[in-house]
Every structure is written in C-alpha cells, then in structure tokens.
C-alpha cells in the first residue's frame, strides 16, 4: 500500500516517491528495512520517467557535474548507514521531510542565477547524497535546487529521473556492501516495483485530470504531519 500510493505521487508530481514509501513505512517498521525496500522501486520508476520524458543527452550533459557529486557522496555515506542509531533515522527522516514539504510551500524561494550554476550544483549534489546515504531520499536538495533555478515543468521532470537513477545505483551499492541489502529484502524490493509502477500510471492520469497545485498542497502537507510525527517517534519511542 505504501509504495502504490507513493507511486501515485511519483506519477503526478515527479517527485516524492522515496519521501511517501520511507515516511509511510517508518511508521510501521525499522527504517533501515524501509529505507532499503525503496531502492529497486527508485531505479525502475525514474528509468521509466526518463524514457516518459525524453531528451536524455541534453539532460545528461546538463547536469553531469551534480550526478557525479551526488554519485561520490551517497556511496560514501551509505557506509555508515548501519552503524547509525534507529531513533536518530528515524527523527533525519522526519527533518527531512518537513524541510522538503516547508520548502516546497513557500511561494517565493531564492533563485540561482546562471553564474552561480556550477557552484549551485556541487552544494546541492553534495547535500543530496549525504541525505541519500543516510534515508533514501535526497530529492529535497534537487528540488530546491531545481526550484532556484526556475526550471519549467518539463525540464523538472527530466533533471529529476536523471539524478534519482544515478542516486539509486550507488545507494544499492552501498546498501549490498553494509548487509542492509540481503537477498530477501533485494527480493521484496524488486516485487514492490509492480505497486509502484501501477500507482505511477494512476498517478499519470490524476496529473491530467487534476489543478497540479492544489494536488501538490494537499501531498506536501500530508508530508508535513508525517514527519512531524516520525519526530514524535524519535523522541518519544
């Protein structure tokens, strides 16, 4: 169920799938099972939103410098995700995802302007992979860095599955070398990319039928009592 309703989210925002399966699930189970359960399902949905979106070359060549950053930075984080306390991931998942969801709400966020653009992308690729390392989710420092850059609906959907599919390859990795990733839980995690694939096309249809506004508001503050109470968790048990 989780991963069918974030699936739904990927569909229609672009966005959100790794934040609503890991949010979801840490309610319920250890958040290093869930954090590793996402990794399949983050691979196949951006492979599928690339080949959604097209112009990969263009995507590619554009934003190169963040993937590789971003691609350094999670394998080395993903070594220390083990020896990392429950109660700790548990209140950085729900940081996380109140960042993102503030950061998402507000209506006039800072902008990058085109000199900046490189240095931009070190910073946001290398707070993306620290974040990933830790969670599985590092879409709240792209999509800042997306939003900053005032990049149109089109070009968000592309930047996105490029750096979520390069994200998810070391974070697999990393997960196989530290034993997060055995081999039933790689088995459970590539199951759940059916639910998650048939909640993306769900989502797709919502996309057209639905105000993409009003719809992000509504996921964005479902996000925010998440980790707020994911929080309440942490410090309270």
């Known amino acids: 169920m989780a991963f ?37 399902p983050i691979m196949f949905s951006n492979i ?99 939003i900053a850059r005032n990049t149109n609906k089109d070009g968000f959907v592309r930047a996105t599955g490029f750096l979520f599919l390069v994200g998810s390859i070391p974070l697999c990795l990393g997960f196989w070398q530290n034993g997060l990733m055995t081999g039933p839980v790689a088995l459970v995690s590539t199951g759940m990319i059916i639910p998650t694939l048939a909640g993306f096309s769900v989502g797709e249809i919502i996309r057209r039928k639905l105000k993409p506004d009003r719809f992000k508001r509504l996921v964005l503050f479902f996000f925010l009592l998440i980790g707020l109470n994911l929080i309440r968790k942490a410090v309270y048990g």
């Open 4 to 40: 069918l309703a974030a699936g739904v989210i990927k569909g229609t925002l672009g966005v959100g799938l790794p934040i609503a399966a890991v949010g979801l699930m840490t309610q319920f189970i250890d958040p290093r099972l869930a954090i590793s359960l996402v990794v399949f």
């Open 48 to 146: 599928w939103q690339i080949y959604r979106a097209g112009e990969i070359k263009k995507t590619v060549m554009k934003y190169w410098m963040f993937a590789v950053v971003l691609a350094i930075s999670l394998m080395i984080t993903t070594s220390y995700t083990a020896k990392v306390a429950t109660d700790f991931l548990v209140a950085f998942v729900g940081v996380v995802i109140i960042l993102f969801s503030l950061m998402n709400l507000m209506s006039t966020p800072p902008s990058i302007p085109e000199k900046f653009d490189r240095p931009g992308q070190l910073i946001a690729g290398l707070t993306a992979g620290v974040m990933g390392g830790f969670t599985a989710i590092w879409s709240p420092p792209i999509a800042a860095y997306l």
